[in-house]
């Protein structure tokens, strides 16, 4: 049982490449997030979805868009990264009765 | 949309003493408000968490408090040890997402 598991765990990237950050569960969730942490900054959600076929925004959607490929698969993308996008990226699910999120890894990214 | 606020963001204790991390949140459509706790280079875990329709939940160690009307929530931390030495942070629920505060670093010093 891996839980949530995302991809890759480091990328460097050039400012203007575009990359995507993969992300599967196998818990059944109907809910998935990404979140980006920076240091002083907590937690903020980029992209959430729901349940399988929607997406939303979160605090800090600009820059970024996302996939929800099945129940499973919720992947992000940078179109033309910048260096404010350095972060470490998170997924997470959640089971929509409990509340509870669980999260992959996390992925470092740097921009530069 | 929802606002947490977390104070204080570093907290620095001896062992055995108590904690206490303090959040306020602005939706009053929150109904579930999770605590995590983040060691460094490792993924946030729940550590306890505590529903609208409650007030207080304590699991051995660790309590949590919530007072609705104010919109203010609380972790309390006992007799703490320096594995207690992490990253916490509180979160609030509205539907389909959770918002998180930006954290306490709390240090134990044996």
């Known amino acids: 049982n891996a839980g949530v598991t995302q991809t890759p765990k480091f990328q460097v990237l050039k400012t203007g490449q575009s990359m995507t950050l993969q992300c599967a569960q196998d818990m059944n969730h109907n809910s998935m997030y990404w979140y980006r942490q920076d240091p002083g900054m907590g937690l903020r959600l980029i992209y959430y979805s729901a349940s399988e076929g929607t997406t939303d925004k979160g605090e800090v959607p600009n820059g970024y868009n996302v996939s929800r490929l099945n129940k499973r698969e919720f992947s992000l993308r940078l179109e033309s990264a910048a260096p404010s996008q350095t972060s470490v990226y998170f997924c997470a699910s959640s089971d929509r009765i409990t509340g509870e999120l669980f999260f992959g890894e996390g992925s470092r990214l740097t921009v530069l | 949309g929802e606002n947490v606020e977390q104070h204080p963001s570093t907290l620095s204790v001896q062992e055995g003493d108590s904690a206490v991390i303090k959040c306020t949140y602005s939706?009053?459509?929150?109904?579930?408000f999770p605590w995590y706790k983040q060691e460094l280079g490792k993924r946030p875990q729940l550590i306890i968490d505590i529903r609208s329709n409650v007030g207080e939940k304590k699991d051995q160690r660790i309590a949590v408090t919530l007072n609705k009307t104010a919109k203010h929530f609380s972790l309390h931390i006992t007799e703490t040890q320096p594995e207690d030495s992490a990253v916490y942070f509180c979160?609030?629920?509205?539907?389909?997402?959770?918002?998180f505060g930006t954290g306490t670093r709390l240090q134990v010093f044996p």
């Open positions: 979160a609030a629920r509205v539907p389909d997402k959770l918002i």
């Open positions: 939706d009053s459509a929150s109904n579930y």
